[in-house]
């Protein structure tokens, strides 16, 4: 299986610019996919195939990467940010996540 | 707009069944393949189970295969996954998937 390593937790300032990583176990080429779940609601997609931002996701989101090594840009980050990320790859079977990581304010 | 409405979660017994379904609108079901992904309480995402859009192949993970089966019938736009055998570990909130759309989610436990 396609292990996928996220940073547990990132404390960051409102305004500020702030990069999430994932690193795969193995080439995922850009099947990396990046998400955002809120406390007590499912996660919500904002970022697929690496770079592609999804329709009504704000344009302060960004994703980049490609075979092991993605990120996550936010700038500026805002108060409505805070929540954790998920990183997934669909580059093979079985499609995994990584363990997540939690934005927090510094 | 896309929507996923997902049911049949409970508190059941270790070693029941239970049967979910995801009821789905807003797109051309019978078109696009369909997952199962659950999260545990306080922990990440772990995807289960994937059809293709004519139940022509169905894929597990592995802490399920053997227990869980992944349906689906498209003249009613609904997504099914029958779980049996069902273990303390396999508490979670069950979502339904059509890409990046997702469901709300039913929570299933699994207690004595």
């Known amino acids: 299986d396609t292990v996928l390593t996220q940073s547990p937790a990132l404390a960051v300032s409102l305004g500020q610019r702030v990069t999430i990583s994932c690193r795969a176990s193995k080439s995922v080429s850009t099947y990396m996919h990046w998400y955002q779940q809120k406390s007590g609601q499912q996660p919500k997609l904002l970022i697929y195939?690496?770079?592609n931002l999804e329709s009504g996701v704000p344009s302060r989101f960004s994703g980049s990467g490609s075979g092991t090594d993605f990120t996550l840009t936010i700038d500026p980050v805002e108060a409505d940010d805070i929540a954790n990320y998920y990183c997934?790859?669909?580059?093979?079977?079985?499609?995994?996540f990584g363990a997540g990581t939690k934005l927090e304010l510094k | 707009e896309v929507q996923l409405v997902e049911s049949g979660g409970g508190l059941v017994k270790p070693g029941s069944s239970l049967k979910l379904s995801c009821v789905a609108s807003g797109f051309t079901f019978s078109s696009y393949g369909m997952h199962w992904i659950r999260q545990a309480p306080k922990k990440g995402l772990e995807w289960i189970a994937l059809?293709?859009?004519?139940?022509?192949?169905?894929y597990y993970a592995d802490s399920v295969k053997g227990r869980f089966t992944i349906s689906r019938d498209n003249s009613k736009n609904t997504l099914y996954l029958e779980m049996n055998s069902l273990r303390s570990e396999d508490t979670a909130m069950y979502y339904c998937?059509?890409?990046?759309?997702w469901g709300q989610g039913t929570l299933v436990t699994v207690s004595s």
């Open positions: 997934q790859q669909s580059n093979e079977l079985p499609y995994t």
């Open positions: 998937a059509k890409g990046g759309r």
């Open positions: 059809i293709y859009y004519d139940s022509s192949n169905k």
């Open positions: 195939s690496a770079s």
